[in-house]
């Protein structure tokens, strides 16, 4: 254990030359990437209650959502929580191999220009670590609040239906039915065409009158996002509209009617918003522009880099050679370091966090424009 008084003393492998990325390589994909396997090693590290699999069978899948971050096909798995893993046998040389393998592939390669994945390497200790690599990307992923242009999921079109009266639930099944209902039958066995046949003695649909179907009709035809604003009291940014696009028509027509239905959907917004002075923040800024450069202009890659190997080694960085080291050409002080730096970090090392959310939603975006 030492106290690292001078940049002179830092480890060879850390050079911040090899923290900075091309400019067509500063993407929301690649800066998750990175993020995601450091915050991994510090669960590993620091959080007691971090489970890890001391013994695990698995194989890679051909498909991940991160290049750096590779999917695995668990077939058997025993997991530990950190702090009792000194209690099984291997289990903490395990954990500790995994840190390693890490820390010196990251040391290699701080970008992650390459995957951190050998097919032909399933030593358990390498398993392990993308399994616990799998796991932090799956609690980004159950956060991950903006998805800037997807297909509505089946789900969401339910919780719609739910939000609706029981009387139009009722009607729109009765216009609906008939339509289907050959598809439906077509697809029962004969036990289910005999349960659905008795079911269907009981019409519900009948309790509707002509009188009322034509109220229900007119009440069909509205705006579902107006209905929907109108009904529940939430800031205008938690309403997600929905839109139907017809891809029959050509891009230019698509492209120019939906700057149209964009910009009436501002107004109305950014009027209620004025009206009930409500918080104006967006998630995404600048085209995301911000937070992307803000990851690299903090150097907190290569922050976080050091003070893994503090963690490792038990070693000490002095405050003053943090800043002289990450910012040579000065700007940034002890102080700024506490506003700006260790704030940023811990709000990329939170899945919850509006940055997070941005970069994922900048994620897809990149996707949806390759």
Known sequence: MAFIKSISELP???????????????????????IIVRKTLF??????????????????KTFSLFEAIPDLDVHNVEIVMNQYCGKIPTALNKKNDSVNYA??????????KKPLVDNAVLKQHILAWHYCTQTVLDEYLQHALIEPIKDATIYEIGEKYAMLPNGINLYLQSEFFDYYKDELLDELNDEELEEYRQHEKINPFESITNKDYEGLHQFCT??????????????????????????????????????????????????????????????????????????HLYQILAYLDLKIWEHITGNKIKQSVYSHVLYP?????????????????????????????????????EEFNI
């Open 12 to 34: 060879m492998w850390f050079d911040l030359k090899n923290y900075q990325p091309a400019k067509e390589e500063i993407t929301a994909t690649n800066v998750l990437s990175q």
């Open 43 to 60: 669960n590993l590290i620091t959080d007691e209650d971090f489970e890890y699999p001391y013994e695990i069978k698995a194989s890679f």
């Open 103 to 112: 820390f010196s592939e990251l040391c290699l390669d701080p970008l992650l």
């Open 222 to 295: 509205q705006s579902f996002n107006e209905y929907e604003s109108e009904i529940y009291n939430e800031h205008p940014y938690s309403i997600k509209p929905l839109i139907s696009v017809d891809l029959s028509c050509p891009d230019h027509l698509l492209k120019e009617q939906f700057e149209k239905w964009l910009t009436a959907q501002r107004i109305k917004t950014n009027k209620i918003i004025q009206e009930e002075n409500l918080d104006s923040d967006f998630y995404i800024k600048n085209s995301g522009e911000s937070i992307l450069q803000k990851v």
């Open 329 to 365: 050409t000065g700007g940034y002080d002890g102080e700024k370091k506490k506003k700006t730096l260790k704030p940023l970090v811990m709000k990329l090392f939170n899945p919850k966090s509006k940055e997070i959310a941005e970069l994922f939603a900048l994620k897809n975006m």
